[in-house]
């Protein structure tokens, strides 16, 4: 029988997803590397659950990208070119591992593909609601400034702000992408520069969508991530704790 990492915590209430959020951390931390693939009563057996609760797990990561399971050819992990890195879940697990600063630059070349397209697209909304949920979200980060509210939390919640206020529901999608990227750069900066967000560069890219200026606001988003890129290329050499 193939050995198989030790559980090393309860599976909670829920088997099925205790086990799925087990399997998925141990697969992208390398718990299997330089192994031969689990079987299925493997699994169960190294973690006491039965047939039935491995095999909806399994389905779960194979929906995932990050294993295929066939009858009577069993179990195969695949490669992270095939997992969905888009998956909240995924990206959970994929943050167990030491964030590297190649992976912080992968997070933001994706946010500058995304973040200033949707806000050239805020700033071509003519919804109130919309565009008030941005100044909201600035509000919060000037609230923080002075110690009225989280600076991460406040952060997050201006720039996914600008994702919905764009109108396209097909960036809303990037919401937890954009989210963990941010936390991660965030935690990144501070190491680096001793600040969290600059107040002057969101506020340029808030008001640039209340003139209804695209290309001014498509600017001042990309200057954000920008300097963010910037730190990461400055820092090749340094891991994200």
Same mark, same amino acid.
């Given at each position: 029988? #193939? ?10 209430? =829920? ?5 799925? =959020?087990?399997?998925? &951390? ?63 879940? #995924? ?13 912080? &630059?992968?997070?933001?070349? *994706? ?20 565009? &008030? ?10 609230? &923080? ?44 900066? =501070? ?7 600059? *107040? ?39 891991? #994200?704790?």
């Amino acid at each position: 029988m #193939v050995a198989v990492p030790e559980p090393t915590s309860d599976l909670g209430p =829920n088997l099925t997803f205790g086990l799925l =959020n087990r399997l998925g &951390a141990q697969i992208v931390t390398g718990a299997f590397d330089g192994r031969p693939s689990p079987t299925e009563a493997d699994i169960s057996n190294a973690n006491g659950v039965s047939r039935s609760v491995t095999r909806e797990a399994i389905k779960m990561l194979a929906a995932k990208g990050m294993l295929s399971a066939r009858p009577r050819q069993g179990i195969t992990l695949r490669s992270q070119a095939d997992w969905n890195l888009l998956d909240p879940a #995924v990206l959970g697990w994929l943050l167990q591992r030491k964030v590297s600063i190649e992976l912080l &630059a992968q997070f933001n070349q *994706l946010r500058v593909a995304i973040e200033p397209a949707a806000a050239a697209l805020a700033a071509s909304n003519k919804s109130p609601d919309l565009l &008030a949920e941005i100044d909201q979200g600035y509000a919060r980060m000037v609230a &923080a400034e002075n110690g009225a509210d989280d600076g991460l939390d406040a952060d997050i919640a201006f720039h996914l702000a600008v994702l919905k206020a764009s109108g396209n529901p097909f960036f809303m999608q990037f919401r937890d992408l954009v989210s963990t990227a941010l936390r991660t750069s965030i935690r990144f900066t =501070n190491r680096i520069v001793g600040r969290t967000a600059d *107040l002057a560069a969101h506020g340029a890219v808030r008001d640039a969508i209340k003139r209804r200026n695209p290309e001014a606001a498509r600017k001042a988003m990309t200057a954000i991530i920008g300097d963010v890129m910037d730190l990461i290329a400055q820092q090749s050499d340094m891991t #994200v704790d």
